[in-house]
């Protein structure tokens, strides 16, 4: 249960870091209320500058591969496209930059979705790369 | 202190409330993560549809007057303008349905601006008139 507390207090403190590097970059950020209190979908954080809206879905592992499930990332892509948003996948790595992800480019298993450190350098984009595409 | 929490959870049932009429007339919406958590400028809900952005500061109140600092409506329509939305503010007066304020309409008094029952009669949105506006 502590661990369970450590590692949602990381992940909060990785959302607030990139939620910095949107408005450092003049990017409009915003963290969405914790997602047990919604019925309705919602991404982790939506970001938005001039005519770009993206709504991602963040993660932090401790592993080299992340899963998805599938309705997780069907519920990101049914809020981005009424929101009208670019919907993003973001996962921090152990000692990398966060990652973004396309859903389309995930990995299919099954009943979930993957992203590896190796589709990261294959498929994945860095910060930079993304607010620039 | 009590009344304090009391408040703050009628405030965000409130909210949620909001946040179910939207998606039942087809919208996308979210709520932002508590206020205290970020050193930036963040709305309560932000909801999109189409080519439309909503950025929405929302209070509830048991006066007929609600007053806002200058503060609070400038980092709202500093947010508005970087995410590129549109700068609402709702308020739920008593017996009232939520009523929507363009933050141009408010009334200024010193370091704070107010909307009351009245203002809303003349100026305020209803929820279908906002959807349509």
């Given at each position: 249960m502590?661990?369970t507390?450590n ?6 403190q ?9 408005w450092?970059s ?5 963290r969405?209320a914790?997602?047990g209190?919604?019925q ?7 970001a938005g500058?001039?005519g770009?809206?993206l709504a991602?879905?963040c993660?932090?592992?401790k ?14 892509n049914y ?9 993003w ?12 992800f396309?859903?389309?480019d995930l ?9 590896s450190?190796?589709?990261?350098e ?9 607010i620039?595409?």
């Open positions: 502590a661990g507390r590692s949602k207090a990381k992940g909060t990785a959302e607030r870091d990139l939620i910095h590097k949107f450092d003049g990017w409009a950020a915003m969405a914790g997602s209190s919604s309705y979908p919602s991404p982790d954080i939506v500058k001039y770009r809206r991602i879905e993660k932090i592992t592993e080299t591969k992340k899963y998805f499930p599938s309705e997780e990332i069907r519920l990101l809020f981005s496209k009424t929101f009208c948003a670019e919907a996948v973001a996962v921090k790595f152990p000692k990398l930059d966060w990652m973004f396309n859903p389309e990995n299919e298993a099954g009943n979930s979705f993957s992203a450190v190796g589709l990261a294959l498929k994945g984009l860095s910060f930079e790369e993304l620039k595409t």
